[in-house]
């Protein structure tokens, strides 16, 4: 995963305060998160998985609400 993509996933999730929400939501420290858009740290491999996860409950969440059920 680049630092890109997990950006633009984060963003999509939380908004212009995505590093921090994502850092709590992958149990992880928000400076390990700048770490790994910095490219110090290399982002896990499990971390894609998991903000796919992130996202796909998200959009469960949002279709529940915009369709009343």
Do not use: C
Request: a positive charge.
């Amino acid at each position: 995963m680049t630092p890109a993509r997990f950006t633009e996933m984060g963003r999509a999730l939380y908004g212009e305060m995505w590093q921090s929400e994502t850092a709590r939501a992958l149990g992880r420290h928000d400076r390990t998160v700048r770490h790994w858009l910095s490219g110090t740290w290399q982002i896990p491999g499990w971390v894609e998985g998991e903000m796919v996860r992130l996202l796909r409950d998200n959009a469960k969440r949002i279709e529940r609400l915009t369709t009343g059920e």
